[in-house]
């Protein structure tokens, strides 16, 4: 039967409002995406002073989103079940302005200053009464302009999934142009003034939206096919269930891969938004009725991306930045892509499409939570990253294997590999030293016996499930730190305290970058008795232990020093007799560390009643009296990932108005990624002070006494005596065109471009 012919005017006026609709609802969604996903690093990087830059920052910000997601889609869900159109459309945009009334964005009052633990639900906290209402009205947007489309009549409305592929180009443009452009170009402020600007232009093509609704044939989400059809039955409780598996397993992956990657550069919006763009970019691609990359390559490649992320996880090696961002990117957008390709697969008809995306966002919070919330309180280790990666194989659908006589032995063949290489891990012996030499070649063939089995024998997921978990607990059984280690895990990290083989030294590190050490043993094989040598960096003829002589030296008298950041506690024996050293510490458990003898013992040879000031530094240093110190020592720049906001002007005010009138900023920036001398020479010339900067290989690595960059900053070159005058240290002029770090503006991808472009001093 042919549909009835209409006149042609009504023809054309019926096209020319499909167009209107198409062009106002897909407008309001990108619009609606692209503030979505903007006000997360916006926001975040507004809270990150805080709570000491830590990278967990953005985990717990994560969650928060993820489950205020959640809470939107749900809302938009129930709403949307109203057959009277206008109900919906005026909750919406009630709600809407009432958000509107909360902004510009800012911390809550009373929100200021974080408590002495608790740190992630202190953020939930400030999270949800700062942002909370306008990101719920955000987070609701894009299931519910989709099932307004629907009702509108429209002739895309049977399959709105359309609009979602738009919302997701909205977000990855958002999140990919933060860090390349908005952030190296304006400031919080601007940036804050122009996404409310963006929410204000929102709210009119919303209500545009709900104009051309309410203007539409009245037609209800439900109509369409006849109830008896295939597409009229509900998705069954399995089928939901593996949406939410489906969704959950990729999202708590994109917060293990951030959480991994961030911890040896830095706590910033540069390296959170990569993950979460090609997070995003995957659901754009997979929603195209012609997808760019098709699913079966994406399955085709899964298990290759897998194998590599774990022969990654088991080099112990110092390679390229870029070569190790990209090695783990690539593949954790292949999993990506492979899981929302499922999903993409098994969407249901346009009248389930509300329940739908409740499930992938319900999903999405599962796997947050796990990531970001009950990861860090139940392993010591980052165990997340290899469990979620193990799971990703499940997400792969099943198959009838292609040579069932020969898988049928998979299960005897593995067991036997398990026993031959775990076996080894729990006795010593020639075998368990050529594993842990040759490690990452073993994880590696393990890795690719996993993916021969799933593409050429297309073995049953679980079999390739069990394969990954052996390559990767192989990780664990052979750890590529040399001799024993402990570790220990607080909302800042997870720190390893390293004993090496031979019992001489113990050593101190964050992820792959070393804190501090201590010689335990003398040569001869008898324990250290005497006062502690500090080593590492803060050797008395590196930098730091040169700027302390000198400026001991200039003053003739004991010292009033400070120290932001007490790490193993090396420099509390940089202190002589007579002379008053404040340590600030952000991490209680590395507090602990440094007070427990059988770890280091310069903190309880040295200074036996140390009473460290707890909390984040910008916030407890302002508190001390001004003009107090001869010197302070910022070392909160040991490892790679640094807390930006100790390095911007106004930290340095703060430094400044602490010193004596002859008083010195030392300032620590050895950074294998990062260029800081240029910034940290910046932000002390735009206080009126003068820097020198020392960078030196002490060619002693063997010893633990390491390489270190440093920046002396005073009022007058006689301030820091003999390094004004010193061949070693040189007076530094700030860069030209190089733009001062502040509260408000740092550009963390300008100082990885100059550390690649310069490389290491």
């Not at 294997?401 to 299960?411: D, F, I, S």
């Not at 978990?469 to 800042?492: C, H, K, M, N």
């Not at 792959?512 to 502690?532: F, Q, S, W, Y």
Request: with cysteine; hydrophobic share 50%.
């Amino acid at each position: 039967m042919t549909e009835p012919m209409l006149p042609a005017a009504v023809r054309h006026n019926s096209e020319a409002r499909d167009r209107v609709i198409l062009i106002v609802y897909t407008a309001a969604i990108f619009t609606s995406a692209l503030l979505l996903f903007s006000v997360q690093p916006l926001f975040t990087k507004m809270v990150l002073p805080r709570l000491g830059g830590s990278p967990a920052v953005w985990s717990v910000a994560m969650v928060f989103f993820q489950s205020l997601l959640l809470g939107g889609y749900a809302y938009a869900h129930f709403i949307s079940q109203f057959r009277n159109r206008v109900i919906p459309v005026a909750i919406h945009l009630v709600l809407l302005v009432a958000a509107m009334l909360t902004l510009p964005l800012s911390i809550a009052d009373g929100w200021g200053t974080p408590p002495a633990s608790g740190y992630a639900f202190w953020l939930l906290g400030l999270f949800a009464v700062s942002i909370g209402l306008p990101f719920f009205a955000l987070a609701a947007n894009n299931p519910l302009l989709q099932a307004w489309l629907v009702r509108t009549g429209h002739p895309n409305g049977p399959d709105p999934y359309f609009l979602y592929a738009s919302s997701n180009i909205g977000s990855f443009l958002a999140l990919l142009s933060y860090p390349v452009l908005l952030e190296p170009t304006l400031t919080l402020r601007s940036q804050n003034l122009v996404w409310t600007g963006g929410y204000g232009l929102l709210i009119l093509l919303i209500a545009g939206c709900g104009y051309l609704l309410l203007r539409s044939p009245k037609m209800d989400i439900r109509a369409g096919a006849a109830d008896d059809t295939a597409a009229a039955v509900a998705p069954s409780w399995m089928l939901r269930a593996r949406w939410v598996f489906l969704a959950a397993v990729p999202s708590g992956l994109l917060i293990a891969v951030t959480a991994h990657i961030s911890t040896d550069v830095a706590a910033a919006p540069l390296l959170w938004v990569l993950p979460l763009s090609l997070y995003l970019l995957t659901w754009v691609l997979v929603f195209q009725s012609r997808p760019l990359l098709p699913h079966k390559w994406m399955l085709g490649l899964q298990p290759l991306a897998i194998a590599v992320i774990a022969i990654l996880l088991a080099y112990t090696g110092t390679a390229n930045l870029l070569v190790m961002l990209a090695g783990h990117l690539i593949s954790f957008f292949i999993i990506a892509m492979a899981c929302h390709g499922e999903l993409a697969r098994t969407r249901p008809d346009a009248r389930h499409l509300t329940g739908f995306y409740v499930a992938l966002s319900f999903g999405g919070m599962v796997g947050g939570l796990f990531a970001g919330l009950v990861a860090p309180y139940s392993f010591s280790w980052i165990a997340e990253y290899p469990i979620l990666l193990a799971l990703a194989v499940l997400c792969r659908p099943r198959v009838i294997e292609r040579v069932p006589k020969w898988t049928r032995w998979y299960w005897l063949f593995l067991a036997a590999l398990a026993v031959a290489l775990v076996a080894p891990a729990f006795a010593s012996g020639k075998i368990y030293d050529w594993i842990g030499i040759n490690r990452m070649l073993i994880v590696g063939d393990v890795a690719a016996v996993a993916a021969f089995a799933a593409l050429v024998l297309r073995a049953g997921r679980w079999k390739v499930f069990a394969t990954i978990v052996l390559a990767l607990a192989l990780i664990r059984l052979y750890p590529s730190d040399d001799g024993r280690v402990d570790t220990v895990r607080s909302f800042f990290g997870v720190h390893k305290i390293q004993v090496t083989s031979n019992g001489q030294y113990h050593v101190l590190l964050h992820g792959t970058t070393i804190h501090g050490a201590e010689k335990m043993l003398n040569n001869d094989g008898t324990p250290v008795t005497e006062r502690p040598e500090p080593i590492t960096y803060y050797h008395q003829s590196g930098g730091i232990g040169q700027g302390i002589s000198a400026i001991r030296a200039r003053k003739g008298e004991p010292l009033r020093v400070a120290v932001i950041g007490l790490g193993s506690g090396s420099l509390a024996c940089a202190s002589q007799p007579g002379e008053t050293w404040k340590f600030f510490e952000i991490d209680h458990s590395m507090v602990d560390t440094a007070r427990d003898p059988k770890y280091f013992t310069y903190v309880s040879k040295c200074a036996p009643d140390l009473q460290p000031v707890m909390g984040d530094a910008r916030l407890t240093f302002a508190n001390e009296p001004n003009g107090t110190y001869d010197l302070i020592i910022v070392d909160a720049y040991s490892s790679d990932a640094i807390p930006i906001h100790l390095a911007t002007r106004e930290a340095m005010a703060i430094y400044k108005s602490k010193l004596t009138p002859r008083g010195a900023v030392l300032m620590h920036v050895s950074n294998r990624h990062l260029e800081l001398t240029s910034v940290v020479v910046g932000i002390a010339t735009a206080n009126g002070l003068k820097s020198w900067s020392y960078s030196e290989d002490s060619d002693r690595d063997a010893e633990y006494i390491f390489s270190t960059s440093v920046v002396v900053s005073a009022r007058e070159p006689e301030d820091v005596g003999s390094i004004a005058s010193s061949q070693d240290w040189t007076l530094t002029e700030p860069r030209p065109h190089q733009r001062v770090w502040t509260d408000d503006y740092s550009n963390v991808l300008g100082a990885v471009w100059r550390r690649l472009r310069e490389g290491e001093d």
